[in-house]
């Protein structure tokens, strides 16, 4: 008798979920998704943030100067808007991005392409584009030491757009049957001048560049070089393989020529230092049974700022509070290269994020920790990720820098900070 | 006397024995799409409180084992494209900006369906045929994957005999574990002379409470060059509707 009254409720259940399916098969309309000749998306955000500040730091030191906060909120802004304008085998692509901030120091604003090209598909084996361009190379997820073409990426938000330079590229790829599968070269030159890239290097070179991509015994394998111009001459390695359904794993492996930086000098003045270093990634993805992602790299930048190196800017921090003369050494030192996002020599990355846990539908929540493995300093951020509203994403992150005196992540501003990020789709 | 019994036995088993399961499997194959195609399908992935979510996907296939699959909707997934070649995979998302290797079991999207389900290959492509018998209406088939590297060990696969298209595909893990069954329904006309199930509902009981169906749009044969299916193409794959 139970097990027939269980068996009518399953069947009533089973006939009211029917109900939403069948609509939703009268309303798919196919010729609302065909391609038109141009089409746009993008999305806004706020997001609202407090910090709490560690006054006996340096990166307190040098943002606030003078002031006595123990906290800071901010407020900020950003809006994002991608684009393609089609004509035959011509298209126009962009992709625009303005962003305003609100805290007490005062309110900024910025608006800029990260990326307007022009894109001629050649033949399906070619294409040339001319224009401004975010390309990506690399495999790690976290940091990538190939990637000679391209702004760094915050390990702390990976997936983030980031602004490209104006180049022109040109690929050719082949498929083939067999161990190797396919076949690509691309080039790429990247032109500086006083007015053009002047960010990515000394002005006046072409810079041209190369990446030789194959898929081989179902393995990405990239080699990267990237000739003097701007900076040293580059060389490099990627690969990427799956080691089973559920195991990926990639890494990197990169040397740079006469590369320069600025170091401190002895004499705590500032100076271009040049030479060679070797950087080189390794990690995986796996997923385990009950949905629970996990990405591990181990990261070894050549070319970051031994320990000794980074007390010595830690000191010339602290020494400016009181001999005002290292005032803007410290400033500048600070500017070219000492408080840029990992910007020692050994880090390691772990990020575990679980898909719907408990049941929770649309909700993805994780917990990512960047260790500086020289001086033992972390970053971790416990974050929530909620998509149940239609076009809508909430995320809740709480970042916790953790260290000693003179550590990297030891001496940050903040010591914790809240933000909640509200992200609309459109 | 036992003898007799033997010979009995045997012409019992004469039709499930003379089942031909591959190619069975290869028409059921071909039953459900050509061998190359484009198809416009839409994910419906119903929650146990009742709200659903819903992902347009339009999607090319070569061959045995090439395919493409981009998201068209809704805004946050748009552009959003995956490439399959064999068993390898890889996820583009446009902000990222470039292809990353995934597994075939990592989804791509919430809900019961993974990557493996939205870039199906032909089932002769992953699967042997293990064993095959004929039930009253359907055939039976047992199939055992052929790689460690296919999201699903085993599957047992209802075919309708009149049509030759599948009906019910239970999914096994190598443990036994049994991770989700797919049913396939709505037989309808796509053209071309493609006559198949437009809708296919997932439920698991992993995933309890909830629904995935998978309604087909349109599907239709066309041939692409290979190199259509490489990482260099994939950030483009939205001019090839």
């Known amino acids: 008798m139970r097990c027939g009254r269980a068996a009518g409720a399953v069947a009533l259940l089973t006939a009211l979920a029917a109900v939403p399916i069948a609509r939703a098969a009268e309303t798919f309309d196919v010729s609302a998704f065909e391609k038109k000749a141009f089409e746009w998306n993008g999305f806004v955000e706020l997001r609202p943030e407090r910090q709490w500040l560690r006054r006996d730091s340096t990166g307190y030191q040098l943002q606030y100067p003078g002031e006595t906060r123990s906290s800071v909120d901010r407020r900020s802004a950003a809006a994002e808007v991608s684009g393609v304008l089609r004509h035959g085998s011509l298209s126009f692509n962009f992709t625009g991005h303005a962003s305003g901030l609100d805290e007490p120091r005062g309110a900024d604003s910025d608006g800029r392409m990260y990326e307007a090209y022009a894109s001629w598909q050649v033949t399906p084996r070619g294409i040339a584009e001319l224009g401004k361009r975010a390309l990506r190379w690399g495999k790690g997820y976290a940091w990538s030491p190939v990637a000679f073409l391209e702004r760094p990426k915050d390990p702390s938000d990976p997936e983030l757009a980031r602004e490209g330079f104006v180049m022109a590229t040109g690929a050719l790829v082949r498929s083939f049957e067999g161990p190797l599968q396919t076949l690509s070269l691309m080039s790429a030159l990247v032109p500086t001048t006083s007015g053009l890239n002047a960010d990515f290097g000394r002005p006046g070179h072409l810079n041209p560049a190369f990446k030789l991509y194959g898929l081989v015994f179902d393995s990405d394998i990239d080699l990267t070089y990237a000739a003097r111009g701007s900076d040293g001459p580059r060389f490099g390695f990627d690969f990427s393989r799956n080691l089973g359904s559920n195991l990926e794993v990639h890494g990197e492996w990169a040397r740079t020529a006469d590369a320069s930086r600025a170091l401190l000098t002895p004499g705590n003045g500032l100076a271009m230092h040049t030479r060679s270093y070797t950087s080189s990634l390794l990690g995986l993805r796996y997923l385990t049974q009950h949905d629970t992602t996990i990405v591990f790299e181990l990261y070894r930048n050549g070319g970051g700022y031994s320990t000794s190196e980074m007390a010595q800017f830690f000191d010339v921090v602290r020494a400016s509070a009181s001999v005002s003369a290292l005032a803007p050494v410290a400033g500048r030192a600070a500017a070219q290269g000492y408080t840029r996002p990992n910007a020692m020599r050994r880090y390691a990355y772990l990020r575990v994020s679980q898909k719907e846990p408990f049941n929770i539908v649309d909700l993805t929540p994780s917990v990512t920790l960047i260790s500086n493995t020289d001086d033992h300093s972390y970053l971790v951020m416990p974050e929530a990720v909620y998509t149940g509203f239609d076009n809508l994403e909430l995320r809740l992150r709480l970042a916790l820098n953790r260290g000693g005196d003179s550590t990297e992540y030891g001496e940050r501003p903040a010591r914790s900070r809240v933000e909640l990020r509200v992200r609309y789709f459109f | ?241």
């Not at chain 2, 470039?98 to 290959?121: C, E, H």
């Open chain 2, 1 to 241: 006397m036992n003898k007799l019994l033997v010979l009995l036995c045997a012409l019992l088993a004469w039709p499930a024995i003379a089942i031909d399961g591959t190619q069975l499997l290869q028409k059921v194959d071909r039953n459900l799409e050509p061998e190359s195609y484009e198809m416009y399908r839409k994910l419906i992935n119903i929650e146990p409180d009742g709200s659903r979510k819903e992902f347009v996907l339009y999607s090319v296939k070569k061959g045995r084992d090439k395919m493409v699959a981009l998201f068209l909707d809704p805004p946050s997934e748009r552009d959003r494209g995956t490439l399959r070649l064999g068993e390898n995979m890889w996820l583009y998302i446009p902000n990222v900006g470039k292809p990353m290797r995934i597994t075939s079991l990592q989804s791509v999207i919430g809900g019961v369906f993974n990557n493996a389900d939205i870039l199906r290959l032909d089932y002769a492509a992953e699967y042997n045929v293990e064993s095959a018998s004929d039930e009253k209406d359907a055939y039976l088939l047992t199939l055992k994957a052929k790689t460690g590297d296919v999201a699903y060990d085993r599957l047992t696969m209802k075919v309708d005999k009149k049509t030759v298209l599948p009906t019910v595909i239970e999914c096994y893990a190598a443990s036994g574990l049994l991770i989700k069954t797919l049913t396939y329904k709505d037989i309808k006309d796509f053209g071309g002379g493609i006559k198949r199930p437009a809708t296919l509902e997932t439920a698991s009981p992993l995933h309890k409470g909830y629904t995935s169906v998978m309604l087909y749009g349109q599907i239709r044969a066309r041939s692409m060059p290979d190199e259509v299916f490489t990482l260099e193409y994939l950030p483009r794959a939205k001019e090839l509707r």
